[in-house]
């Protein structure tokens, strides 16, 4: 695994306006600072402990994203730092997410993450959560968040006309709601969706942050996704 060669090679082929986030759960801070030492220093974890112990070893330029589910009680151990959390699926999160970030005196980003996909399985909202969600007194009164986009996984399979699919009803999704939720405001922008075997489809279809893991860190030989 050359992980300099393979940041690169993905990096070449990105548009301008795509955002590459490492995803580097469950490898070690050694393997880490060789995408640190190739320059790219934008990197994302799916759990919190794992996030907090790597954020104290590793050098504080970092830009670290939370990719994973969050429990609201854990909120409060990233709340200092974190540049994105990209996957809030309720408001109850949102609201802790922006009383943590009271705390800090900071405005911490968030995206909100949809269900796309046909399995059950995956986390996020519906679209009549969201809609509610966007609806709701409690959210236009939050003061130290800021909602910037939209994030979505596709289904595992290999029917990339499926994962299209899903992709593309993301994108519509963010469509519908950017002007009648977010008019005007000039951060919402944000679609975060595309893996190592799918974000290719998902620059097509609109993606501007891709989340890649094994195809810069290699495979994740425990059982965790
Ligand atoms: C693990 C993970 C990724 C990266 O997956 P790869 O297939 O290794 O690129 C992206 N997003 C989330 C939410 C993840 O948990």
């Not at 939209?150 to 002007?179: H, P, W, Y």
Request: include cysteine; charged fraction near 25%.
């Amino acid at each position: 695994m050359n992980i300099k060669e393979n940041i690169s090679s993905i990096k070449n082929n990105l548009p301008g306006h795509v955002k590459l986030v490492a995803i580097s759960k469950t490898k070690s801070p050694e393997i880490i600072m060789q995408a640190y030492q190739a320059g790219h220093k934008i990197l994302g974890e799916n759990k919190v402990q794992e996030l907090v112990e790597k954020y104290a070893k590793l050098p504080k330029d970092i830009e670290w994203h939370m990719v994973g589910h969050l429990q609201t009680n854990k909120v409060k151990y990233i709340a200092s730092f974190i540049h994105l959390i990209h996957s809030v699926e309720s408001l109850k999160l949102l609201l802790t997410i922006n009383k943590e970030a009271i705390k800090h005196n900071r405005t911490i980003d968030c995206l909100l993450q949809v269900h796309i996909a046909q399995e059950e399985t995956k986390f996020g909202l519906s679209n009549e959560e969201l809609k509610e969600l966007l609806n709701s007194d409690e959210f236009k009164n939050m003061t130290n968040i800021r909602v910037v986009g939209l994030m979505g996984m596709a289904t595992f399979t290999d029917d990339m006309d499926q994962v299209r699919a899903e992709f593309r009803s993301l994108v519509n999704t963010f469509k519908e709601i950017k002007d009648i939720y977010f008019g005007g405001n000039e951060y919402f922008k944000e679609i975060s969706m595309g893996m190592s075997d799918d974000y290719r489809i998902a620059i097509e279809e609109g993606s501007t942050i891709v989340r890649i893991g094994s195809s810069i860190f290699g495979a994740r030989y425990c059982n965790v996704k």
